[in-house]
């Protein structure tokens, strides 16, 4: 027995006494076991709310159709339903780009929602068969794993826009979110008057930018006054002068003015159109990015300008996203970086991975290197899969003298990928800090790629002979690319210049003197 004088055996202990103290001392013990236990419930319970309580992500929808040339039905409306979902600014939603990683995963909700730090769930399924469409949701509560709403949608497909905006109104009642009278306005838009072309749209939202261009083309035919369409292949368009692995990089220099003009005529049509949920922006990214592609830096930031105006103070984020590297690649760094910052800042469980990556190559542009590691390490922690920002990482890394995290990931990446910006980049990193056998590697792995006809830019070319410290053959490069700036020409793997515009990857070479000069050509000063 514990008595007050210590341990005693049971029968030193009168039997009054061992009731008495024994019996508080384990109604004491017992209780307080039970407060820790309660407490320790409590604590795990706060660890797994504390997610903003209307965040949300969207699995993606398990495709049920039973001809497999349907099944980008699921993963159109998937996207659709979560640009549906994103007009109603009460919700904060995890990116596509984000979710889309378990498609097929074996993890349970409440796994997946503690990986994102969301407080619910929503998954789904899509059925496309004649004319017919069969959609059922489901919202789940993280925490308790329960079903706040669920419903199913057996309709003709020609009801898919009521189904789509009743989905978001139905969500957003389950979380108790208010809606404005304006958001109830746009989710009651419709994309497309023909439903035959937004069927050819939901194409889009699978394979390369090509096949979406020509997915918004189909849809186009089908319904010529759709402002939606315009914008979309404008875009994709824009977008497909971005990096060498776009078909841009494939196209002689007649089929990108080709290209160029029809992206220009789409985003004039756009605009022609009134402006709609998000049109107008979009039409001036799209626009925007393509004269900066085309070196037009003062069109670009015109149109930029123009973007800002529309977004104002309330708006989506991905315009935020936008507007951060864009301003960036046409030298506006600091607001780029001012429009990154406000965006983690206004919705951090949103798009995470992209938000960080735009804004470390917003902090690039300014040569601000421990903050571009930062983001780029956070983008690498909310999506590990994503690929740029491993690279970046790991060239960042380097060239601030550390070890980088993740040599492995990258190398085995470079070993098999075909895009020769990232390899030149790759190159460079390694020639300047590691071993310039393996640069020696990229740089042949370059030069086979052409031989199978893949077009190499200046940019690119340029790289290489910092890579392998050829000064002349680099003035040479630069001297070649200024004249195409000049001359408003386009440059496939335009973004390598992140690294030479500030030298932030800090090569020597690019510190002297006659190279400081050609670098202030190169960003038009």
Not at 103 to 132: C, K, M, Q, W, Y
Not at 337 to 365: N, V
Not at 443 to 448: G, V
Request: aromatic residues 8%; contains cysteine.
């Amino acid at each position: 027995e514990w008595t007050a004088d210590g341990i005693r055996t049971a029968s030193e202990v009168p039997a009054a006494e061992a009731v008495r103290f024994t019996g508080r001392k384990l109604d004491f013990v017992i209780i307080g076991l039970l407060i820790l236990a309660v407490a320790f419930l409590w604590i795990e319970r706060a660890e797994k709310i504390t997610a903003d309580p209307n965040s949300i992500a969207v699995l993606p929808f398990a495709n049920l159709s039973p001809d497999p040339e349907n099944a980008y039905y699921a993963a159109g409306l998937h996207d659709e339903i979560m640009n549906q979902l994103a007009k109603l600014s009460a919700l904060s939603l995890v990116s596509r780009t984000t979710v889309i990683q378990y498609a097929d995963t074996t993890l349970t909700i409440p796994e997946i929602a503690r990986e994102l730090n969301v407080a619910n769930v929503i998954e789904g399924s899509v059925r496309f068969a004649g004319d017919r469409i069969r959609i059922t949701m489901q919202l789940i509560d993280s925490v308790t794993d329960k079903h706040l709403w669920s419903e199913t949608y057996d309709r003709e497909f020609k009801d898919i826009f009521e189904i789509e905006s009743d989905i978001a109104v139905r969500v957003a009642k389950a979380l108790e979110a208010e809606l404005s009278d304006d958001e109830l306005v746009a989710l009651d838009e419709r994309p497309f008057e023909s439903v035959e072309a937004y069927k050819v749209y939901l194409k889009s939202f699978t394979g390369s930018d090509l096949a979406a261009r020509e997915a918004a083309s189909l849809a186009i035919a089908a319904d010529p006054e759709n402002a939606n369409a315009y914008v979309w292949r404008a875009y994709q368009g824009a977008m497909s002068f971005m990096h060498s692995d776009r078909p841009a990089a494939r196209l002689n220099e007649q089929q990108m003015e080709q290209m160029a003009a029809s992206v220009l005529a789409d985003v004039d049509h756009a605009l022609a159109q009134p402006e709609r949920y998000g049109h107008h922006v979009t039409a001036y990214y799209a626009r925007a990015l393509l004269h900066t592609q085309f070196w037009r830096r003062s069109e670009a930031s015109a149109d930029l300008d123009r973007a800002i105006e529309l977004v104002g103070t309330e708006s989506r984020p991905i315009d935020y996203h936008n507007l951060t590297w864009q301003l960036a690649y046409v030298g506006r760094c600091e607001e780029g970086i001012s429009f990154g910052e406000r965006s983690i800042e206004k919705w951090p469980d949103t798009q995470p991975a992209y938000a960080h990556l735009m804004l470390g190559l917003a902090y690039m542009c300014a040569n601000r290197s421990v903050a571009a590691i930062e983001a780029m390490r956070e983008a690498v922690k909310s999506n590990p899969d994503m690929i740029l920002p491993q690279v970046y990482l790991f060239i960042l890394e380097l060239a601030s003298g550390g070890a980088p995290t993740n040599p492995d990931i990258v190398e085995a990446f470079i070993a098999g990928t075909d895009i020769p910006t990232l390899i030149a980049s790759y190159a460079y990193a390694t020639a300047l800090y590691v071993d310039k056998e393996k640069a020696r590697a990229a740089i042949a792995k370059i030069a086979a790629l052409e031989q199978n006809g893949a077009r190499i830019g200046l940019v690119d070319r340029l790289t290489v002979a910092l890579a392998r410290g050829n000064r002349e053959q680099a003035k040479e490069w630069i001297h070649l690319l200024v004249k195409k700036i000049e001359s408003e020409q386009p440059d496939v793997g335009a973004p390598g210049l992140l690294w030479i515009w500030g030298n932030i990857i800090g090569d020597p070479i690019l510190d002297e003197p006659e190279f400081v000069a050609l670098r202030k050509q190169l960003r038009g000063q």
